[in-house]
Nanobody, 114 residues
Framework: QVQLVESGGGLVQPGGSLILSCAASGNIFEINDMGWFRQAPGKERELVAIISRGDNRNYADSVKGRFTITRDNAVNTVWLQMNSLSPEDTAVYYC????????WGQGTRVTVSS
């Protein structure tokens, strides 16, 4: 069994920052890609950022220059630093990890509003 536990969501004003974290636990030998997806109301889930075990990063165009994804393989954790947040970033953010198969967190809500 593998669990992904997210934290760090909440309400933030436009222009503000948040850090999301996701810790993987359970029967883990090695984690390949880790990342973050998000789903806004009425929209499909979309990729936000993904990082390989070797720290190769890919970002959605909409977040490039504002969001930074990092990971620590020693503690099976991935973070998403989000800066210059706008209302368009409002969504439920889901952690993702490729551990022989795809695993998802329960989601953490981010609301950007004044």
């Amino acid at each position: 069994q593998v669990q992904l536990v997210e934290s760090g969501g909440g309400l933030v004003q436009p222009g503000g920052s948040l850090i999301l974290s996701c810790a993987a636990s359970g029967n883990i030998f090695e984690i390949n890609d880790m990342g973050w997806f998000r789903q806004a109301p009425g929209k499909e889930r979309e990729l936000v950022a993904i990082i390989s075990r070797g720290d190769n990063r890919n970002y959605a165009d909409s977040v490039k220059g504002r969001f930074t994804i990092t990971r620590d393989n020693a503690v099976n954790t991935v973070w998403l630093q989000m800066n210059s947040l706008s209302p368009e970033d409002t969504a439920v953010y889901y952690c993702y990890a490729d551990i022989k198969s795809k695993h998802w967190g329960q989601g953490t809500r981010v609301t950007v509003s004044s």
